[in-house]
């Protein structure tokens, strides 16, 4: 009887520790995140318990799994499977996640607050991690291209990274009007980490990342105000945060060609269409995607196959710089269109848009800020086309989700 208690007890600390290992190590190296994605799977089919698959309602829970399931059969039935794995196993987790996670943490044993804060931590960490690297490369070391777009980000593209920290400023902002139960994070540095982390997310220079900014703190700036619980000593430090924001702002000439470019949205293109702009190129696969779209809008093109019609058609029209770069539509709702048609798109659709109404509707509003962060930055990125946007989707979408599930259906 001990034996088995102590089985138990172990069991459970080494499925807690992985799961809360994944959001730590999430925006940090990714391959240090792979590894642990095979051990944690390998520790949930050991330990798993297999009888929640027998539970009608757990099959409602594992809906999440069509994001990869419908991707799968089409390439079945297209006969690609051999061709296009690789797009397959790039989105696996959006499929093992959500049976891993059903199995190994049943009802509702998911420590949330743990998840969030090791979140918290494992992007302060890679922040940190970030600037000093910054700071001795440019200021030690004299190597002038630490501060560009892409060099300041060591883990991640900066669009996918800022994406991370937005959640998390969003988080604390959220934790101090209306705590988070069992979440403890110190109030008096709150501010100090918002601000942090809203600098680095200026100086990473993605513009989605900027606007997501921008919205969060307007949004929780504003439910502060109103519900009064924003001293004069808190507004006097905003105020002064403005001061090295604005002039970093005005003396980096990074940020300044980027804000350059969305206020005058003066772009760069000669007579070969070699569109060099990041905001034409959007501009350039949106409307490219669509004039695909429409032709075969009802079923799409398929996984993998998609990228290679987008490619003839950039060809065709002559964007030369878009074929070279393999571009793909750099909007997920439009790249789902492109893969799965209309069907797809109904699926993504219900589990940002639907799932947003119904977790405001239920008050689960840490749900709600995590997809409206992804809504935004599904509006930008294909962000279910990388490791760096699929394993954060699929982990958080899918514990959101089966909480917002469990409350909703299984409360007792």
Same mark, same amino acid.
């Given at each position: 009887?001990?034996?088995?208690? %102590?089985?138990?007890?172990?069991?459970?600390?080494?499925?807690?520790?992985? *799961?809360?290992?994944?959001?730590?190590? *999430?925006?940090?190296?990714?391959?240090?995140? /792979?590894?642990?994605? %095979?051990?944690?799977?390998?520790?949930?089919?050991?330990?798993?318990?297999?009888?929640?698959?027998?539970?009608?309602?757990?099959?409602?829970? +594992?809906?999440?799994?069509?994001?990869w399931l419908l991707p799968f059969i089409q390439l079945l039935l297209l006969n690609k499977i051999d061709e296009y794995l690789g797009n397959l196993i790039t989105k696996?987790? *959006?499929?093992?996640?959500?049976? *891993?996670?059903?199995?190994?943490?049943?009802?509702?044993?998911?420590? =949330?607050?743990?998840?969030?804060? &090791?979140?918290? $931590?494992?992007?302060?960490?890679?922040?940190?991690?970030?600037?000093?690297?910054?700071?001795?490369?440019?200021?030690?070391?004299? !190597?002038?291209?630490? @501060?560009?777009?892409?060099?300041?980000?060591?883990?991640?593209?900066?669009?996918?990274?800022?994406? $991370?920290?937005?959640? %998390?400023?969003?988080?604390?902002?959220?934790?101090?009007?209306?705590?988070? #139960?069992?979440?403890?994070?110190?109030?008096?540095?709150?501010?100090?980490?918002?601000?942090? =982390?809203?600098?680095?997310? +200026?100086?990473?220079?993605? /513009?989605?990342?900027?606007?997501?900014?921008?919205?969060?703190?307007?949004?929780?700036?504003?439910?502060?105000?109103?519900?009064?619980?924003?001293?004069?000593?808190?507004?006097?430090?905003?105020?002064?945060?403005?001061?090295?924001?604005?002039? %970093?702002?005005?003396?980096?000439?990074?940020?300044?060609? /980027?804000?350059? !470019?969305?206020?005058?949205?003066?772009? !760069?293109?000669? !007579?070969? #269409?070699?569109?060099?702009?990041?905001?034409?190129? /959007?501009?350039?696969?949106?409307?490219?995607?669509?004039?695909?779209?429409?032709?075969?809008? @009802?079923?799409? $093109?398929?996984?993998?196959?998609? #990228?290679?019609?987008?490619?003839?058609?950039?060809?065709?029209?002559?964007?030369?710089?878009?074929?070279k770069k393999n571009y793909n539509s750099h909007n997920q709702y439009l790249q789902v269109l492109l893969d799965h048609g209309i069907f797809g798109f109904l699926i993504?659709?219900?589990?940002?848009?639907?799932?947003?109404?119904?977790?405001?509707?239920?008050?689960?509003?840490?749900?709600?800020?995590?997809?409206? @962060?992804?809504?935004?930055? &599904?509006?930008?990125?294909?962000?279910?086309?990388?490791?760096?946007?699929?394993?954060?989707?699929?982990?958080?979408?899918?514990?959101?989700?089966?909480?917002?599930?469990?409350?909703?259906?299984?409360?007792?």
């Amino acid at each position: 009887m001990t034996n088995s208690i %102590v089985k138990y007890f172990n069991k459970i600390r080494v499925l807690n520790f992985l *799961l809360l290992m994944i959001p730590f190590l *999430l925006p940090l190296e990714k391959t240090t995140v /792979r590894f642990l994605m %095979v051990i944690f799977s390998i520790a949930c089919l050991i330990y798993g318990d297999y009888s929640q698959l027998k539970v009608k309602k757990n099959w409602i829970k +594992l809906s999440i799994i069509s994001l990869w399931l419908l991707p799968f059969i089409q390439l079945l039935l297209l006969n690609k499977i051999d061709e296009y794995l690789g797009n397959l196993i790039t989105k696996i987790t *959006l499929f093992i996640l959500p049976i *891993l996670i059903l199995i190994g943490y049943p009802s509702n044993k998911i420590n =949330l607050a743990g998840i969030l804060k &090791f979140f918290i $931590y494992g992007s302060l960490t890679s922040t940190l991690f970030c600037v000093i690297n910054l700071t001795v490369s440019y200021f030690l070391l004299n !190597e002038l291209n630490a @501060i560009k777009y892409t060099s300041i980000s060591l883990f991640h593209h900066p669009g996918y990274f800022t994406m $991370y920290l937005n959640f %998390v400023v969003g988080l604390i902002y959220l934790n101090n009007l209306k705590p988070i #139960k069992d979440l403890k994070l110190p109030k008096n540095s709150s501010f100090i980490i918002i601000s942090f =982390l809203s600098f680095f997310i +200026l100086i990473a220079s993605s /513009r989605t990342g900027w606007i997501t900014n921008i919205l969060v703190h307007l949004f929780f700036i504003s439910c502060i105000f109103y519900s009064k619980k924003i001293s004069k000593k808190t507004l006097i430090y905003f105020l002064v945060l403005m001061i090295p924001f604005s002039k %970093v702002i005005y003396t980096n000439e990074t940020i300044q060609n /980027r804000f350059r !470019e969305i206020i005058t949205n003066t772009f !760069e293109k000669d !007579e070969k #269409k070699k569109v060099r702009s990041s905001t034409l190129v /959007r501009k350039k696969t949106w409307s490219t995607s669509l004039k695909l779209v429409k032709e075969k809008w @009802i079923t799409g $093109y398929g996984t993998g196959l998609s #990228k290679k019609v987008l490619q003839e058609q950039y060809k065709k029209d002559g964007y030369d710089y878009m074929y070279k770069k393999n571009y793909n539509s750099h909007n997920q709702y439009l790249q789902v269109l492109l893969d799965h048609g209309i069907f797809g798109f109904l699926i993504l659709a219900f589990f940002t848009f639907g799932m947003l109404y119904a977790s405001l509707k239920q008050k689960d509003f840490i749900y709600a800020l995590f997809l409206a @962060i992804m809504i935004l930055n &599904f509006m930008t990125e294909s962000v279910l086309e990388t490791q760096s946007g699929v394993i954060f989707f699929a982990f958080f979408n899918t514990v959101f989700f089966f909480q917002w599930f469990n409350k909703k259906y299984l409360a007792t």
